[in-house]
């Protein structure tokens, strides 16, 4: 079977600029672990912002549910 992955899409609310990150299971528990919102820092203008995981990972939010 092969393995999940989880796309975590991220736009930077002053300058805009969107990235997307692929990420297995494995790399998103320990990178981001089972929560609603996490930190990103901007790689253009390095701003630090908050995303909510539900709207940039839809996916891996529905995991998180179903693991509380
Ligand atoms: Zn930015």
Same mark, same amino acid.
């Given at each position: 079977?092969?393995?999940?992955? #989880?796309?975590?899409?991220?736009?930077?609310?002053?300058?805009?600029? !969107?990235?997307?990150?692929?990420? !297995?299971?494995?790399?998103?528990?320990?990178? #981001?672990?089972?929560?609603?919102?996490?930190?990103?820092?901007?790689?253009?203008?390095?701003?630090? #912002?908050?995303?909510?995981?539900?709207?940039?990972?839809?996916?891996?939010?529905?995991?998180?549910?179903?693991?509380?």
């Amino acid at each position: 079977m092969a393995k999940k992955r #989880y796309t975590i899409n991220s736009a930077c609310p002053q300058c805009g600029c !969107s990235g997307a990150q692929v990420l !297995s299971e494995e790399e998103m528990t320990r990178r #981001y672990g089972h929560v609603a919102n996490f930190d990103m820092e901007c790689g253009e203008c390095m701003l630090k #912002y908050t995303e909510e995981m539900e709207n940039a990972c839809p996916e891996w939010d529905q995991e998180c549910r179903l693991k509380e």
